[in-house]
């Protein structure tokens, strides 16, 4: 199983960007997913996340400007955020924690991370 990312670059302040994430290999069922981030000499921390068939939550310093999305039938999951600001700058992570479908076992997966810089 891996997440592969996709979307990051540089951006202005007030502009946006779109993260995408693919979750592929031997999975049976995702039970959620979402983005964390992390910015130089800080810990990562939760941007936004979905369970399946829950409800989905935010940071506070996102809320209103990110929004996350899933494609159920293509294991993939988005971010959009919008009216970026420089303290976003981080690298952003996926996470998926899920049942492979080989062992039925419950695994926790990331991906490699995407740079968001913005500027300001």
Not at 62 to 74: L, W, Y
Not at 81 to 103: F, H, Q, W
Not at 104 to 118: E, K
């Given at each position: 199983?891996?997440?592969v990312e996709?979307g990051?670059?540089?951006?202005?302040?007030?502009?946006?960007?779109?993260?995408?994430?693919?979750?592929?290999?031997?999975?049976?069922?995702?039970?959620?997913m979402?983005?964390?981030?992390?910015?130089?000499?800080?810990?990562?921390e939760l941007?936004?996340?979905?369970?399946?068939?829950g409800?989905t939550?935010?940071?506070?310093?996102?809320?209103?400007?990110?929004?996350?999305?899933?494609?159920?039938?293509?294991?993939?999951?988005?971010?959009?955020?919008?009216s970026?600001?420089?303290e976003?700058t981080a690298?952003?992570?996926?996470?998926a924690?899920?049942?492979?479908?080989?062992?039925?076992?419950?695994q926790?997966?990331?991906?490699?991370?995407?740079?968001?810089?913005?500027?300001?």
């Amino acid at each position: 199983v891996q997440l592969v990312e996709s979307g990051g670059g540089l951006v202005q302040a007030g502009g946006s960007l779109r993260l995408s994430c693919a979750a592929s290999g031997s999975i049976f069922s995702i039970n959620a997913m979402g983005w964390y981030r992390q910015a130089p000499g800080k810990q990562r921390e939760l941007v936004a996340a979905t369970p399946t068939g829950g409800r989905t939550n935010y940071a506070d310093s996102v809320k209103g400007r990110f929004t996350i999305s899933r494609d159920n039938a293509k294991n993939t999951v988005y971010l959009q955020m919008n009216s970026l600001k420089p303290e976003d700058t981080a690298v952003y992570y996926c996470n998926a924690g899920l049942i492979r479908g080989d062992t039925m076992n419950y695994q926790d997966y990331w991906g490699q991370g995407t740079q968001v810089t913005v500027s300001s």
